[in-house]
């Protein structure tokens, strides 16, 4: 079976700059396009970023586009999301997710398997 297990949350100011990371065990990492969500509390969870299978295809929520860079390596069955500048509306519990393609990637409903999250808190 499939886990993922995020880390590098934490306590950050606003304008900080923070990494996720979120490991896959069980199965063939490169069967999956990884993605991030994030649910922030009082709110629907919302997608936030997607990496395809060899990472040549990424796309990214407008609320985060050119502060956050999703990437992977295969050789270490990671994903990472980088977040530079963040704001206190970017505080969320992040959740990881796998599925098995790009298309519609934005919603969860063909999401296979997610993460625990971790959660991200920033102060202004």
């Known amino acids: 079976q499939v886990q993922l297990v995020e880390s590098g949350g934490g306590l950050v100011q606003a304008g900080a700059s923070l990494t996720l990371s979120c490991a896959l065990s069980?199965?063939?990492?490169?069967?999956?396009?990884m993605t991030w969500f994030r649910q922030a509390p009082g709110k629907e969870r919302e997608f936030v970023a997607a990496v395809n299978w060899s990472g040549s295809d990424t796309r990214y929520a407008e609320s985060v586009k050119g502060r956050c860079t999703i990437s992977r390596d295969n050789a270490k069955k990671t994903v990472y999301l980088q977040m530079a500048s963040l704001k206190p509306e970017d505080t969320a519990v992040y959740y990881c997710?796998?599925?098995?393609?790009?298309?519609?990637?934005?919603?969860?409903?063909?999401?296979?398997?997610w993460g625990q999250g971790t959660q991200v808190t920033v102060s202004s």
């Open positions: 069980g199965r063939t990492f490169t069967t999956y396009t």
């Open positions: 997710a796998a599925r098995y393609s790009m298309m519609d990637v934005t919603t969860m409903s063909r999401v296979a398997y």
